[in-house]
């Protein structure tokens, strides 16, 4: 059971409903303000209008997540060959250099779809051309390898570091959408309410007002706005 402070509608169904609900609570105004808390009608309208700003928001942050994904896997992708292709000219060109073997990290497995994985293993070729680039020079392995596997770590790190940043983000932005849809769940429910002793004797504008809400089928079901 959802908590006064949860929202009980989908989003969308609350920015569709909102904003129905201000365009008749402005239309009849003067009889429902004399009964609202005041500022009410006023509050709904900005508070809807960040409603939409903050689904549109949520929906950017989705499709740079999705790009940053995108880059890190090209970074696991090409720093896994790289691993590869580096322990595969040591143990080629110098076989009697187990201790070499062990420190490009032959015979570890390199996972492609793991991060953390392509991460280590470049990280333990970086280490090795700190004390032993001579070697990796007599194996074929240049500077500008190197290089490139110090790029393909950075561009792993930044892309992780990018996502967690978008995570954090995105989670604030969430909390911040489901404080402003309570507000405005809240204020529908009371023009509502107020609208069926406003117009009392008008029952039509009443019937207006009451089918705002939507029913328990529809409530969490995404509509378009």
Not at 98 to 118: C, I, T, Y
Not at 154 to 159: K, N, V, Y
Not at 169 to 179: E, G, I, P, V
Not at 183 to 208: D, R
């Amino acid at each position: 059971m959802a908590s006064d402070t949860s929202p009980k509608w989908h989003v969308s169904v609350a920015v569709r409903t909102g904003e129905s609900a201000a365009r008749l609570a402005v239309k009849h105004r003067e009889p429902l303000e004399r009964r609202l808390e005041a500022g009410l009608i006023d509050g709904l309208i900005a508070n809807t209008a960040s409603l939409r700003d903050a689904m549109t928001g949520q929906k950017a942050t989705y499709s740079e997540k999705e790009g940053a994904t995108v880059t890190q896997n090209q970074a696991a992708e090409l720093g896994h060959d790289l691993c590869m292709a580096v322990r595969e000219a040591v143990t080629m060109t110098l076989p009697k250099d187990e201790a070499l073997h062990k420190d490009v990290g032959v015979g570890k497995r390199v996972d492609a779809n793991k991060v953390s994985s392509v991460e280590a293993a470049l990280g333990s070729i970086i280490k090795t051309s700190e004390k032993k680039s001579a070697r990796l020079l007599k194996a074929g392995i240049l500077p500008e390898d190197i290089d490139l596997a110090k790029t393909y770590l950075h561009s792993l790190s930044s892309a992780d570091s990018e996502q967690e940043g978008m995570k954090t983000t995105s989670k604030m932005s969430t909390a911040d959408r489901n404080a402003i849809q309570v507000v405005v769940e809240a204020a529908v429910g009371s023009i509502v309410g107020t609208a069926g002793m406003a117009f009392l004797g008008n029952p039509k504008v009443g019937k207006l007002f009451a089918e705002l809400i939507p029913s328990k089928g529809e409530r969490k079901k995404p509509v378009d706005f």
